[in-house]
């Protein structure tokens, strides 16, 4: 195929991808039109009735309120197609030269594709109303919400949450920050817009350090900028985890020449999401043969600076969310690891499965600078909830590969598309998670008869 082909090809496979977000809003917001509000109980004295759904300033669907099947099938293909189109964009992209015409015309189109974002008036689940209020609530308040509904504007968190809320369960990080941008709005709607402009915030800045990584090549960085999955996970839903990973991320840049940088990242990053912290290992990873170990990248370098990123997140912890916040993210793990009846024992299995995984794949990356496609999976498991979120836990470790991060950011529509909790479905996250535990232990299995594992590049 010819360059102006493969340019043309390009072109229209970006505007099919911002096609498809459209669709994929159309979608989700005809889901919360057609299902059967009912009235919700979080606290029974503060029931939230039809009546107060239907007049939040962003609708909510929820698998509760049995939104259309037939809906989440057309999710599902809409997943399904926007993978087939990033393959075929990627393809068209990679391993050429792209005029300044065709990046203004494909920079015109991610554009467009935010626009579109930040002006979708639905959202998956009420965590986004829970998140302004956190919001609002500030360090001061946030893990030890007090007993009075809000007022000005966020009563309906109040309605929704009761009173008083849980506590929050995302980093004193993230919560200062929020309080700071979202906790100033002066309504609702522009708590959770604002929420929606730091995911923003952190894509944009995930697409320049991929550009400035690929300097001569604009596939990776399309695949982020142009991927639908991205816009609809994050932007729409504001969730916090994009911010994080944008920051691992962004650690795993700065590891090689600036790694006490690295390690304020990485403490950054888990004082948005906790966990997370667990990662650093994939961002000081041992140098690539034939490079040759010198005192900065040593074990114990790399494992100083690993404690390092662990002091400054433990400290800061402590200082801005206080014992209570320690209290609550133990809570929040013990709701993922101990199941509340019998059926949650094969979904916790799973998950236990997929920590083992990740865990073998931190220390092989650690000490050996090796990596595997199949583990990037297990990943998710890191994240105290398994949703179209979680997929950007993936993203660091996927990061020290370029195949590896390719495939991922190719397949993320689909992946999001079947693990969406929103709608009533035959549990097709178990079923996923399952397939990934399966696919590393099969993967596993044939690299131990074939001894081939991939190097991770340098970074």
């Not at 004295?45 to 239907?54: C, E, G, L, M, S």
């Not at 929420?195 to 960085?221: D, G, H, K, Y």
């Not at 912290?277 to 790399?302: E, I, Y």
């Not at 929103?422 to 079923?431: C, D, K």
Request: hydrophobic letters at 60%; glycine letters at 6%; aromatic letters at 8%.
């Amino acid at each position: 195929m010819t360059g102006a082909r493969r340019a043309a090809a390009a072109i229209a496979c970006a505007a099919g991808s911002a096609a498809l977000l459209a669709s994929q809003r159309v979608l989700l917001e005809t889901a919360a039109r057609l299902q059967s509000p009912v009235d919700l109980f979080f606290d029974p004295k503060r029931p939230v009735t039809a009546d107060v759904v239907r007049s939040l300033p962003y609708h909510v669907v929820d698998a509760v309120f049995a939104p259309p099947t037939w809906v989440h099938a057309a999710l599902l293909v809409t997943g399904l197609v926007q993978t087939l189109v990033l393959y075929a964009l990627y393809r068209a992209l990679r391993d050429r030269d792209v005029t300044l015409a065709e990046r203004i015309v494909l920079g015109a189109i991610a554009l467009a594709m935010l626009v579109v974002a930040l002006d979708t008036r639905t959202v998956n689940g009420f965590d986004t109303y829970a998140e302004a209020g956190y919001a609002k609530l500030g360090l001061a308040q946030a893990y030890s919400p007090p007993a009075t509904p809000f007022g000005n504007g966020f009563a309906f968190v109040s309605t929704i949450w009761g009173t008083p809320m849980l506590p929050d369960g995302q980093g004193p990080g993230w919560v200062a920050l929020t309080a700071a941008t979202a906790g100033r709005a002066a309504t609702l709607g522009g708590a959770i817009f604002t929420l929606r402009v730091l995911e923003v915030v952190a894509l944009l800045a995930l697409i320049v350090m991929l550009a400035r990584r690929n300097t001569t090549a604009l596939a990776v960085p399309a695949l982020v900028a142009l991927n639908p999955a991205l816009y609809f996970s994050y932007v729409v839903n504001a969730q916090p985890d994009l911010f994080a990973v944008t920051l691992m991320i962004g650690a795993l840049a700065a590891a090689a020449a600036f790694p006490i940088l690295a390690a304020v990242l990485i403490a950054c990053a888990a004082l948005v999401k906790l966990p997370l912290l667990l990662l650093a290992p994939a961002v000081f990873v041992a140098p690539r043969p034939p490079a040759t170990p010198t005192a900065r990248n040593s074990v114990r370098a790399r494992l100083g600076y690993i404690a390092l990123a662990a002091l400054i997140t433990a400290v800061a912890s402590f200082v801005l969310g206080g014992s209570e916040y320690f209290a609550r993210f133990g809570a929040e793990v013990r709701a993922a690891f101990v199941p509340a009846d019998a059926a949650g024992l094969i979904p916790t299995t799973i998950r236990c499965g997929l920590l083992v995984v990740a865990a073998f794949a931190l220390v092989r990356a650690f000490r050996l600078a090796t990596v595997r496609n199949a583990d990037r999976w297990s990943f998710i498991a890191l994240s105290p909830t398994i949703a179209p979120a979680a997929l950007a836990w993936m993203l660091p470790y996927a990061g020290l590969g370029r195949v590896m991060l390719v495939n991922s950011l190719i397949v993320f529509p689909l992946a999001a598309a079947i693990l969406d909790v929103s709608f009533p479905h035959a549990g097709f996250g178990v079923l996923a998670t399952a397939a990934m535990l399966a696919y590393a232990v099969i993967e596993a299995i044939r690299l131990r008869k074939t001894r081939r594992p991939a190097t991770a590049e340098g970074h």
